[in-house]
């Protein structure tokens, strides 16, 4: 209707006036539209996704935000160009044969009204007199008739449409034509437009089809049908309903060794407010905890013998960061990736030792085995420090700043799109925030040679900017009371400006320009007696994937298409892991190296190397993720185990621990518990349309679930199908439950209910914990 709608505005109009205002109703919405198809059209060439226009309202209009769009403005405008340039040789044409279908489909209406109109016109005469001043009779209707659908017919308009088509009226036609010509033409359109009609009766009223079927300048504001529920679970058997009476909100519980003021994070246990409620989670369903198993023997061997003492905490959060990259291990997907770009499938030895000494740091860190042989000492006289790693777990979003907030809050992000946790209520304190209440205890202090009584300070730092999607704003609201970002580190009254380097990509600075700062950091918490809690993000891995002066090593053997990006990556993979090699130097330069709890997890995956996805966007893809809302309980925990808190903030730091969701990892982990299975959420990027589900209890399936109508159900078996490439996807529940009954037995089809019912109840749940409603998207005070 909209295409007709500007099909008519279109007509040659003889008023100036007129056509002028019409010019200006067509020719924008005309631009409009053909920048979207172009916007379309360039984003799926570009990162094999395409774009949600319901996101487009959300999205955040900052100058960071601007600068990612135009890094795709090349393929925008070269779309564009191939779009107006079709059009300026087509448009006249099609134009004018619209014009004769137009006809057709008039056809019918003007056969029958010519039929109809001398029945019907002495009717009317009866009830309207003519007035006697009125002129004679006129001829015969039918006659009328015939010089009225001539006149009133735009001839310049539709002629050449009416002759290409052999669509023309009967009365401009011969005598000898009127009765046969155009009779194919008029079958063959309308024969068309029929089964058109019958086809989108047959059609299944699922509102994918809906929203397909809806013209590109509707897509914004028409997203297919309302959904009664987030989770569309039509299918589910009735016996699914155990969880709906049940919500994970309950009154706060107080502490006598709390501060009477309430301080940032635990605003929830303000006594002013007798009504407060707050997540807990021995009222949530879900929860299973593992706080009453005892800590891992061989973890629970090195704290014991006293050698383990945390000062400091430095907790990094790496960009695009994959498990198989963390160290890239021989005869990985990683690894069998780069050898099919190569010749005969086998890397070339120089290549090999370039792929070894990639990620050095990260085997130093990790001290798993990568198959790779070195020459020179193992890591040049270096000990392996090895650790506490997770393999088999989940990020908690694949959009930066909602993992951002899930790794140090232990929370999982609002399931909404973009970063709006900050202005909601993150329903639990966040790392900072917990080690401010610790401040609060009545043996801190910073006169002491006791470290375990010195008083915690916290610091952000990136070299980046942190205007992206109000970052800004979310960095205090996590806690943070210091920071170095782009922002202050290109100030002319930073301490160590200039930058010495030119900005990599369309976000900043490499992270060599924070060594300083880093160093400054310890300096000051040594000097004045405070333990520190340094958080980094790295960038650098980030696309556009930019390294100094554009120098990249040749690890791929074609660098045709998706392997130039993935040749890139790897690059600022190793770029990255010399950062993570100074870091470490730093600490030993500062003599703390030994006393610092050194953290490191990914903020999501890339599937680059899976699907040539460059983005986690629009992206369901999974790597081998890590677990991020386990990390804050685990470190509560390491520093109580490892005896290195004070008394009074080891008896805070118990009752702490027991708020999180998260089990601790240096404990045995409960999958299942009195039938109740241990679930783990992913909110997709950018947060409003997928989110990922799956049961520590079959860690082999994964859900991904659609929260929209214009994407997929996706169903996994990492078992049989570890990168992925043959998911199961319906666009409805009930379609996947059907296929999935093909391949898998009851159990498996119960499994897929389950975790759609779950998923359903822990939504609604999650809005209520963050004070989030989804009609008004606004706090809920």
């Known amino acids: 209707m909209l295409l007709l709608l500007f099909r008519i505005l279109c ?19 005309s631009l409009i539209v053909s920048f979207m198809a172009a916007a379309n059209t360039s984003f799926y060439v570009f990162t094999g996704a395409e774009i949600h226009w319901r996101q487009a309202k959300s999205f955040n209009g900052d100058a960071a935000a601007i600068h990612t769009l135009l890094s795709g403005l090349t393929g925008f405008l070269i779309v564009e160009g191939i779009l107006l340039t079709v059009s300026l040789f087509a448009a006249h044409s099609v134009h004018a044969i619209t014009g004769g279908i137009l006809h057709v489909w008039a056809w019918p209406f003007r056969w029958v009204f010519a039929r109809v109109r001398p029945h019907v016109e002495p009717l009317t005469q009866r009830f309207r007199p003519r007035p006697k001043s009125q002129a004679p009779d006129l001829p015969d209707p039918r006659i009328y008739e015939e010089i009225a659908m001539d006149d009133n017919d735009d001839a310049s308009d539709h002629e050449e449409g009416d002759h290409l088509l052999n669509t023309e009226l009967p009365n401009r036609l011969p005598e000898s034509k009127r009765v046969t010509d155009g009779v194919p033409q008029r079958a063959l359109i309308l024969g068309l437009f029929s089964l058109f009609l019958f086809l989108r009766f047959l059609r299944p009223w699922d509102p994918v089809y809906m929203y397909m079927s809806t013209s590109l300048p509707l897509s914004t504001v028409i997203e297919g049908a309302e959904r009664v529920s987030p989770v569309d679970t039509t299918g589910t058997p009735s016996y699914f309903d ?58 629970h061997n090195a704290l014991a013998s006293g050698d383990v003492k945390i000062k400091h905490v430095v907790f990094l959060k790496l960009e695009s960061a994959r498990a198989d990259i963390f160290p890239l291990q021989k005869d990985s997907f990683m690894y069998k990736r780069i050898a099919e770009t190569w010749d005969d499938k086998t890397i070339p030895p120089e290549v090999e030792d370039r792929i070894a000494n990639l990620t050095r740091t990260a085997q130093l860190l990790t001290n798993f085995p990568t198959g790779f042989e070195h020459n020179d000492n193992r890591f040049n006289g270096r000990k392996a420090y090895g650790g506490i790693s997770a393999k088999d777990a989940i990020t908690t979003s694949t959009y930066t700043l909602k993992s951002l907030t899930g790794s140090f809050c232990g929370v999982t992000p609002l399931v909404a799109d973009f970063n709006r946790e900050f202005d909601h209520h993150i329903y639990q304190p966040c790392l900072p925030q917990v080690f401010d209440m610790l401040n609060q205890q009545p043996d801190i202090t910073s006169e002491s040679d006791d470290f375990t009584k010195w008083p915690w300070h916290s610091t952000f730092m990136m070299s980046v900017t942190e205007m992206y999607d109000n970052q800004n704003k979310l960095t205090p609201h ?15 009254e930073a301490k160590h400006y200039p930058v010495k380097s030119e900005e990599v990509n369309y976000y900043g600075y490499v992270e060599q320009e924070l060594r300083e700062y880093i160093r400054d950091a310890f300096d000051d918490a040594e000097r004045n007696h405070q333990r520190l809690l340094l958080t980094h993000l790295t960038s650098t891995t980030h696309h556009p994937w930019g390294v100094p002066n554009n120098t990249y090593d040749e690890i791929m053997g074609s660098t045709s298409g998706a392997n130039n990006d993935l040749n890139h990556y790897l690059n600022t993979v190793g770029y990255v892991d010399d950062w993570l090699s100074e870091l470490i130097d730093i600490l030993e330069e500062k003599g703390v190296a030994n006393e610092t709890l ?12 899976n699907d040539g996805g460059i983005t986690p966007y629009d992206n369901p893809h999974i790597d081998s993720p890590v677990i991020s809302s386990q990390i804050v309980p685990t470190i509560i925990d390491l520093l109580i185990e490892s005896a290195s808190l004070s008394t009074d903030s080891t008896r805070a730091a118990r009752d702490l621990r027991s708020l999180y969701e998260g089990q601790s990892l240096i404990r045995p982990q409960v999958v299942k518990q009195d039938q109740r299975e241990a679930w783990h959420f992913t909110v997709m990027n950018t947060g409003g349309s997928w989110l990922s589900v799956r049961s520590a209890a079959r860690p082999e399936f994964r859900l991904v679930i659609p929260l929209v109508n214009d994407v997929e159900w996706r169903f996994s078996d990492v078992s049989k199908d570890p990168n992925e490439l043959s998911p199961i996807e319906r666009f409805s529940l009930v379609d996947l439950a059907a296929a999935i009954k093909k391949e898998y037995d009851e159990e498996t089809l119960n499994w897929l209910y389950n975790a759609a019912y779950v998923s359903n109840w822990w939504v609604m749940d999650n809005w209520d914990r963050w004070g989030f409603s989804p009609k008004n998207k606004t706090a809920e005070t």
């Open 11 to 29: 007509q040659r109009v003889a008023w100036r006036p007129a056509a002028a205002v019409l010019a200006i109703l067509v020719i924008p919405s």
């Open 242 to 299: 155990y969880l709906d009476s049940f919500t994970a909100l309950a009154p706060t519980v107080h502490w006598k060794w709390m501060a009477k003021e309430p301080i940032g994070g635990f605003e929830d246990w303000d006594q002013s407010n007798p009504q407060a409620v707050h997540y807990n989670p021995q009222v949530d369903p879900l929860h299973i905890s593992n706080l009453n198993k005892p800590v891992l023997e061989e973890i």
């Open 478 to 492: 996590l806690g943070f009371r210091d920071k170095q970002t782009k922002e202050t580190i290109t100030k002319p």
């Open 598 to 609: 050194f953290v490191m997890a990914g903020d999501h995956g890339l599937s680059l190397p």
